[in-house]
């Protein structure tokens, strides 16, 4: 309910970067008070600031009494877990490389690169706290890591192999990410400000979402997914297809899935990074794909881009319009762009929405986009 | 009933320069004797994109490349799951060592060389294919959940799918027991029987179950020097070529029965 009434209320999270030691001219997402949390004593080893956000996150909603119902109901065996980071626990290496030894060059002895460096270790962390122990994977597409991860859950349950998946999105604040865009010189030195005529990159932010998804409906009204769709632009690795290609594939498969014609859409969730190329090749997919778009808008202005759980937080943000009546505004957005696709939502409004489409691309050229809506009353 | 057909592979590890290097020794035909892996410079890549590559996009490059090109499938008509347990972690080193400077300066190149799907966004430029692409880890299970990810995709989404995984050692300082080999390996797999089908393959996740190694001990030795090489185990009975299963290990208790039968 707090993302809602921020959403609601205009109040955005970014800040002046004060990550570390991070001394770029840029503003950030940071989740206050991670610095000081700790992971229970058995789970200790997968100690970094990724998993204490994964933690935090699975802390709220009372989503772990979810889980232990679902756990109930179908068994551990029968839950799958499909999670999406882009950097896992890199800023813990980070660290490490910071107290290298002197004479020798060697990383202090508590570094552990199995259950904090590499992309498994959240998807381990977690299965083992929640006892899930059905098929598990780490998804890691860069951007769309955590849109991806609803495919795979959906194709695995349609499979027979779990009747029930916990899906999410994990990405935490890293100098890998800060110092990496920013050599790209992709980072803005203002709050993004998506689809405006003076967007100039990104802001980075940290986040971590889950969604617990069940193959059988569980009662009328309940928000489905209703459609998936994945490409790849086979283009460039760090630009997106100036014409949007693989972008407007991937809206296409999602509708043509989901069985809703493009002007069944009543909301779109833009990937709208604020970066000059993607909002650009996203509006060209936008113009591709509807004769007249439905309301749409980018939420990074509010949270910054979380890049692995961009996809997540975006897709609950997308059920969220759908519960609460709400189409999302854009913040920061003051003048949109003329050149990119008019109609979009600046301030947040009351609207009953139906169906939502929501987009994530990726470096790599990795697009997903996934279609919510309501089941039959 | 999960069942799919396996179109044809491509291997890389040391001292198994190809798929037919590798049939020979899991036969018990031929000699295993490492030998260093030599560089691999995909053709289908433009220059510019080549001279980008690094070591570890080379190695899963290497063995995709085998097995799209065993096989008659338009590679712009495949989609692919990559799966790797350690990634890139060459990058990873240079990334953080540049950030232990004071300028922090950290390569473009690397960076964006740094995301877990860039052999699958090279593997894309070069095959023009436009169908999905997911890049996955699961650990010490990376192959079962590789492998789950492509079969349900053909059985889902009905478009081939090649499945390579990818392992390659860290430098040095993050040296680690699990990773000690470069291996790769890729599967061209189709829930339709085409003239290229060389097997049906059932897959059915199992629980508590005996785990068996590979018959050659040599290659045995080799194969829990990185999750990728898992691999093997089902290799294994493409290169017997006669009906069989294996078990691929999974968290916990888990594991995953690969059903194999060749077809006549």
Sequence with gaps: MATVSALREQRGGLRKCDFDTATLDTWIGRVEGIEDMRLPYESRHFDCRNNRLALLALEQDDFIAAVNGCRRKYGAAHIGIFLGTSTSGIHT?????????????????WFDLQNTH?????????????????????????????????ASAFRHMQCGLCDAALVGGIDSL????????????????????????????????????????EWEA????????????ESSDAYQIANPHPEGTGAALSMQLALAMSGLSA?????????????????????????????????????????????????????IIACQAIEHGFVPGTLNTGRPDESLSAGIVLETRDQKVGTVLTNSFGFGGSNCSLIFGRSPE | MNCVYLQSVGV?????????????VLCGRGEYTPAPIARFSPATLPANERRRLTPTIRLALRAASEAMQSGTSDPSTVATVFATCSGDLDISDRICSALNLRERPVSPTDFHNSVHNAPAGYWSIGSHSHRPSTSLSAGAATVAAGLLEAV????????????????????AILASDMITIPFSAALLIDRQHTADSVAELRVTPVRRTQFHGLRNAALDTIRPGAPAAQILLLLELLAMGTEAECVLPCPGNGGLLIEYSPCS
């Design chain 1, 263 to 315: 002007a069944e859409i009543d909301y779109i969730n833009l990937h709208g990074t604020a970066t000059p190329a993607n909002d650009a090749s996203e509006s060209v997919a936008l113009q591709r794909v509807f004769d007249a778009p439905p309301p749409f808008s980018s939420t990074k202005g509010w949270i910054g881009h979380t890049l692995g759980a961009a996809g997540i937080s975006e897709a």
């Design chain 1, 218 to 229: 569980s009662g009328s009204g309940t928000i489905n997914l209703l459609g998936y769709g």
């Design chain 2, 152 to 171: 349900t995709q053909t059985l889902c989404d009905n478009h081939p799918v090649m499945l390579v995984v990818n392992d390659r050692p860290p430098p």
């Design chain 1, 93 to 109: 290496t980070e660290l490490a490389y910071r107290s290298r030894d002197q004479d020798s060059g060697r990383l202090p002895a």
């Design chain 1, 118 to 150: 590499l992309i498994y270790s959240v998807v381990d962390f977690v299965r083992e706290l929640l006892d899930i122990d059905g098929p598990s994977q780490a998804i890691s597409t860069a951007c769309s890591s955590s849109a991806k991860v609803f």
């Design chain 2, 12 to 24: 890389v590890a040391p001292g198994l320069s190809d798929w037919n290097a590798c049939r020979d």
């Design chain 1, 174 to 213: 890293c100098l890998t990410t800060l110092y990496g865009f920013n050599s790209l010189q992709l980072v803005s030195s203002r709050p993004c400000s998506p689809w405006d005529t003076e967007r100039d990159g990104i802001s980075i932010g940290e986040a971590a979402g889950f969604a617990l998804l």
